[in-house]
């Protein structure tokens, strides 16, 4: 999956998912403790990883990871992969 948008300085963004099984877009935003509004993370004891393991979508062996991506008051885009890449 290709993730693309335009940052605050309008540079052109890719971000490249490997082995995407799941993700989300959502207007609604929640955040973590510390977590800012217009940056990415790595969400770690995520449940909703968790979820997809227990229902075995997903084996606990892999390294999945889910990742979230704060708009800066737009949405918030969150998956599931293995990794990511960021082309400029």
């Not at 935003?29 to 229902?55: A, C, N, P, T």
């Not at 892999?62 to 990742?67: A, L, M, N």
């Amino acid at each position: 999956m290709t993730l693309k948008f335009k940052d605050w300085q309008e540079n052109q963004i890719e971000v490249f998912f490997a082995d995407a099984v799941a993700f989300k877009w959502q207007m609604a935003e929640s955040f973590l403790s510390g977590e800012r509004d217009d940056s990415s993370y790595e969400i770690k004891g995520s449940d909703w990883l968790q979820l997809h393991v227990k229902q075995g979508e997903i084996a606990e062996s892999e390294e999945y990871k889910h990742y979230k991506f704060n708009f800066n008051g737009i949405g918030q885009f969150e998956i599931l992969a293995l990794s990511y890449t960021v082309k400029i």
